[in-house]
C-alpha cells in the first residue's frame, strides 16, 4: 500500500501517518523503486493501534509504551492496566477542571446583563 492506501484504510491523515514515523511508533517503511513508501498490514496494524489509543487520549509517549506492550507476548497485563487506570484518572481530572470552566462561565455570563450596557462582569474577571 502507498501511504494514500494506508491513509484511507487508516482513517488517518498521511501528514499523521508520517508524524508517527517520525516519532518512531511505526517503523520506515520501504521505499519502491520509485521512492513511494510501501506499507504492510502490520503498518496498518500498527497505525489501527495507534487510532485507537488515541481516540482513548493516550499521549504519543504512552501508546509507544503500549505498542511496545502489545508486541511482546510476555508482556504482564498488569503493566498495561496501570497505564490505562493512570490515563482514566488524568482524564478525570481534566473533565472536573473542564466541568469548573463551565461553571464559571456560566456564572459570570449570569452575572452580565447582556445589553447595550458597557458594565461587563465578564470582562472585569478577566481583567482582574
Known sequence: MNISEIARTS?????????YEA???????????SGYRSY???DLAR????RRARALGFPLP???SLLTLWQNPARASAEVKALALARA???KQQAEELEAMRASL???AAECQGNQSPACPILEQLAS
Open 89 to 91: 484518572a488524568t482524564l
Open 47 to 50: 497505525l489501527n493501534f495507534i
Open 23 to 33: 516519532q518512531g511508533l511505526i517503523p520506515a517503511p520501504p521505499r519502491r523503486a
Open 62 to 64: 504512552e501508546i509507544a
Open 11 to 19: 482513517g488517518l491523515t498521511p501528514r499523521m501517518i508520517r508524524h
Open 106 to 108: 456560566e456564572r459570570l
Open 40 to 42: 504492510s498490514e502490520a
